[in-house]
């Protein structure tokens, strides 16, 4: 089964548009997220604040609030720029256990004009979940929100 990104990067643009709230755009994100991409446990966002990433809106069972930048595979996503994607969690180095399901994982960096912000973390229960069609088509929807929606707002909220 393969995802439409091109038809979901639409159908989020024409969902983000318009509204200014970026709480409710980024909650709609994740729960767009977790209902347009087959297989997900977690679908949701880490937002850059100091040397940490906080938990922002997510659709899944309660999540680690706090990830040390360089931990897990989010805090090494963000810490490294780049992409992640793991098979295995549990054969990935550091990875931090949320939910006992979860058996792979992508993480999206997520960047503004200014620079990187925050992370998209997907997990799934099904190992090698994620292909590259979806780490191409995660980033795409990550730049789609980051283009819509002021998710800075979001760092300065707390």
Not at 36 to 54: M, S, T
Not at 69 to 82: E, I, L, M, P, S
């Amino acid at each position: 089964m393969s995802t439409d990104y091109e038809q979901l990067e639409r159908q989020l643009h024409a969902l983000l548009e318009g509204e200014p709230d970026a709480l409710a755009n980024c909650a709609n994100f994740a729960a767009f997220l977790a209902s347009e991409i087959p297989e997900l446990n977690f679908a949701g966002l880490y937002i850059a604040k100091g040397e940490e990433l906080v938990l922002g809106p997510f659709i899944g069972k309660p999540s680690c609030t706090r990830i040390r930048v360089g931990r897990g595979v989010c805090g090494k996503a963000f810490a490294a720029d780049r992409t992640i994607l793991v098979d295995d969690v549990g054969a990935f180095d550091d990875h931090i256990v949320c939910d006992s399901a979860s058996a792979s994982e992508i993480v999206v960096p997520l960047h503004d004009a200014a620079g990187i912000l925050g992370v998209v973390d997907c997990d799934s229960p099904r190992k090698a979940r994620f292909t590259e069609s979806d780490r191409l088509g995660i980033e795409r929807l990550a730049r789609t929100l980051a283009e819509c929606v002021d998710v800075r707002a979001l760092a300065r909220y707390g």
